[in-house]
């Protein structure tokens, strides 16, 4: 017997200490709302961009300059508003005046020059290349850009926010995020939770809400049962399998809002065989988006058929004729460029070579792996063999630098406001690019410079046509962001930006 | 026993260095760039070119010879510097100590657990030889075996979170947190363990000195608990050192399905994001967690058996 009372003393000794830096204690009447994510904040600096579902706790701490409706319509946001010059190079900003930081130093042009200077992960990225940055006065800055740019729809990101400059201590050591948003960071427990409260002196409309805690849970069965059990009110990113369990749920509001993102079909257009467009295009005629939609995701998403823009994107055209699944048009294609069933195995030759892809996928979602078997399945009856594989970010990396693959399923790229960065995936400027079109990189360079609203509207609706006709990638699926809440969680509307969560407006009511 | 323990510790620096010594090199045989895996994390997918993925491996040493690389490491870790993780910039052994409560509290609940279930039923299973008890006890030994830990964990969740609301879904802090991954953890390691308290029981009860006991007529429950139990406890001992050095290292599918903050995940995430200062730092703490556990073990035998004497041996 004594030998189990040192046991449990020992382990009770051990344990406790630990069990007492529980998080705060919550009572249920009170505003506070509980957020379940899949992933921790890893950083609060501007020197780094914020992955993962870091960015929807940045969202509620950082604010931009320049905002975006529910509908990605661009609005005033820590600017007032905007001018260019005719060149479309230099942007003059007017900020907004009486605006604190959480720590009270006041928000001015200082503090916009800090938030793009030297230390921010998009200056240093190059991602945004600023000739230079100056206060015209307290409350005006202006941006000079080496090239036009359309700049205000960059700054809308919530990666690239406007940060206090002091943050950083004496020594240039980060001290903690200082930021405008409606919420403050009070604690962090890694890997477990972020606890922020109120900002009080919030220059927009309050929040009801007194506290706002996201719960890390990084399996996604677990952060349903916790949606479920009420340890949770609001799950973001609900994975498209979940949403007709949940919806049948009384005590649930799912939520659903097209987003800027699509999934595609990337094809290495520097070897053989899709350095042909004909075989590109008969896998495009292969896949039937329509019915992964509907079949795969629950219908959750629209078919994309080809479509390069999410139609709340701005620019995007709907008048382009989009790829209709056809495999016999997919067999002719595939024969016009020498490719034939000639054994009867059902996989086309030439040459005798039989026609086998390497598709590659990473680990991370569990989504695209379901979209690539369905069109693994999908090409196979075209009579292309698809090898999938799975691989973790590091290695698809590696593959992707050294051009040893033949197809890529990625989900959006570059995407986070209306504006369609995301075609300059296919400018051969792009290491990540893998196809070579001159006439294409003129047109994206056209395009993003040009300052004619109508011209740039003409231009980016020539770029469609053309990813349409020579098929760089395949669009598969627009998709959908899924938040689902608890009942008593009201007033919360979905917005289409992603990453960005939007809690104005929304309190807690049982 | 003194200079044994010593000379254990010792050896603690020799493990040390050849572990993280080839975790370091095996992990720069694995495919993918360090350098455009911490561009990647401090600028994101989109916004990666090849200028500050350059400029990063300079910045970072990462351009260096992998011999300097280590050596650089090593030289740090020397004076004591953990270095900072090359993907959060927070200081590698922050970051591990943060984890390594939530660590310790389910290994040492996992192992409790899993003696309380599987000693008695594995002498039962030894006691009752060949009896609907030793089937009884085999068969669940088995299905703890074979059920995976995550989908267990699962079930738990519903049934004793979404059903009975007896304890939370996930998360860590107090001990009605820790019941159900506990509970996952050590029922997988029951299983092992009960397998092997009824075969090692088996084996000691037919030894001459039980057998010469039976002849003294001492009653069998004393023959039991005073002479059998002992001695079959050695090789169960050697088992939980194993398990725990395991357990220590993280249990990952545990840490993920019950959103556990434990060190596994953290490990398996400095591994994907080829974030080398962290992994070596994971790495070496985990070598000499793993040698004091087994020290602990050996330390136990004297106790077990007062035969074992490690003096003798130096």
């Known amino acids: ?510 | 026993m003194f200079r044994y323990i010593t000379r254990r510790l010792a050896a603690l620096l020799i493990v040390a260095l050849g572990v993280t010594f080839l975790t370091f090199f095996i992990m720069h045989l694995a495919p993918g760039d360090p350098a455009e895996m911490v561009a990647l994390a401090r600028y994101g997918q989109e916004n990666l070119n090849r200028e500050s993925i350059e400029l990063i491996r300079q910045e970072e040493g990462l351009d260096k010879p992998l011999y300097l690389q280590y050596g650089r490491w090593l030289q740090h870790i020397i004076r004591g510097e953990w270095g900072n993780s090359l993907s959060t910039g927070e200081p590698v052994l922050k970051e591990i100590m943060v984890r390594f409560p939530a660590t310790l509290q389910l290994t040492l609940a996992a192992l409790v657990i899993s003696l309380l279930i599987s000693l008695p039923l594995g002498i039962l299973a030894a006691v009752k030889h060949n009896t609907l008890a030793d089937y009884f006890a085999m068969t669940l030994a088995l299905l703890g075996v074979s059920i995976p830990a995550f989908w267990l964990g699962l079930l738990f969740m519903l049934l004793f979170s979404l059903i009975l609301g007896w304890f939370p879904v996930y998360g860590y802090g107090t001990l009605r947190h820790l019941v159900l991954p506990a509970l996952t953890l050590g029922c997988g390691m029951a299983a092992i363990t009960t397998r092997l308290t009824r075969s090692s029981m088996l084996e000691v009860m037919e030894q001459e000195y039980v057998i010469s006991a039976r002849a003294r007529g001492i009653k069998e429950r004393d023959i039991l608990t005073g002479h059998a139990l002992k001695n079959a406890f050695i090789p169960v001992v050697t088992m939980l050192g194993i398990q725990a050095g395991h357990l220590l290292e993280g249990a990952v599918v545990i840490e993920t399905v019950f959103a556990w903050p434990g060190l596994g995940k953290l490990l398996v995430d400095s591994i994907f994001a080829r974030d080398f200062a962290l992994i070596q730092g994971c790495v070496l703490f985990f070598a000499a967690l793993v040698v004091m556990v087994n020290l602990l073990v050996d330390i136990s035998y004297m106790y077990l058996d007062p035969r074992i004497r490690f003096e003798k041996e130096v």
Not at chain 1, 255 to 279: E, G, I, S, W, Y
Request: charged share 25%; with cysteine; glycine share 6%.
């Open chain 1, 1 to 510: 017997m004594k030998k189990w009372t040192i046991l449990i003393l020992v382990f009770s000794l051990i344990c406790l200490p630990g069990c007492s830096k529980s998080g705060p204690s919550v009572s249920q009447t009170d505003q506070v709302l509980q957020i379940g994510i899949g992933t921790d904040v890893a950083n609060w600096d501007i020197v780094q961009f914020p992955d993962g579902d870091a960015r929807f706790v940045w969202s509620q701490i950082y604010e931009t300059l320049v905002r975006l409706d529910s509908d990605l319509k661009l609005m005033p946001g820590l600017a007032e508003s905007w001018d260019k010059d005719d060149s479309g190079r230099v942007w003059t900003f007017h900020l907004r005046e009486g605006v604190k930081f959480h720590d009270g130093t006041p928000f001015n042009a200082d503090a916009v020059v800090y938030s793009y200077g030297e230390r921010a992960n998009v200056t240093k990225a190059r991602t945004l290349q600023l000739e230079k940055i100056e206060p015209v006065d307290e409350y005006t800055v202006r941006f000079t850009c080496v090239k036009p740019i359309p700049l205000p729809t960059y700054l809308t990101h919530v990666a690239w926010p406007i940060a206090s400059p002091s943050s950083i201590d004496a020594e240039g050591n980060f001290t903690g995020p200082v930021g405008t948003g409606p919420f403050k960071l009070a604690q962090q427990l890694k890997g477990q939770e972020v606890v922020l409260v109120r900002n009080d002196d919030y220059w927009g409309k309050k929040s009801k809400l007194e506290q706002v805690i996201f719960k890390v849970i990084p399996d996604a069965s677990t952060r349903m049962i916790a949606l479920t059990s009420g340890d949770i009110d609001m799950s973001i990113k609900v994975p498209e399998s979940e949403v007709k369990v949940l919806e049948k749920d009384t005590n649930i509001t799912v939520h659903r809002k097209l987003t800027t993102f699509t999934d595609f079909l990337q094809f290495n257009c520097a070897r053989t065989p899709f350095n042909d467009v004909k075989v590109r295009k008969a896998v495009a005629y292969a896949i039937d988006s329509e019915s992964i939609v509907k079949n795969i995701l629950d219908g959750i998403g629209i078919a994309a058929r080809g479509r390069a823009y999410s139609p709340v994107m701005m620019y995007c055209d709907d008048n382009l004729p989009l790829f209709a699944t056809d495999s016999n048009k997919s067999k002719e294609l595939l024969a016009e460029a020498g490719f034939k069933d000639t054994d009867g195995d059902g996989i086309v030759e030439k040459n005798g070579q039989p026609l086998e892809i390497d598709a590659l996928i990473s680990t991370w979602s569990s989504r695209q792996q379901r979209e690539a078997e369905a069109c693994q399945a999908q090409l196979a009856q075209a009579g292309i063999k698809a090898d999938i594989k799975v691989l973790e970010t590091a290695a698809m990396d590696q593959l992707e630098s050294q051009g040893d693959f033949d197809v890529l399923l990625r989900s959006g790229f570059f995407v986070w406001g209306p504006y369609p960065h995301h075609i300059k995936i296919h400018h051969s400027k792009n290491y990540k690019s893998h196809y070579k079109n001159e006439a294409y990189d003129l047109l994206a360079e056209q395009a993003e410079a040009i300052q004619d609203e109508n011209k740039k509207a003409q231009l980016y609706s020539q770029i469609q046509k053309m990813i349409l006709d020579e098929v760089p990638a395949y669009y598969i699926v627009h998709e959908e962001k899924v938040i689902a809440t608890r009942n008593r969680v009201k007033g919360y509307q979905i917005t289409a930006e992603d990453p960005w969560l939007e809690l104005s407006g929304v309190y807690l009511q049982d």
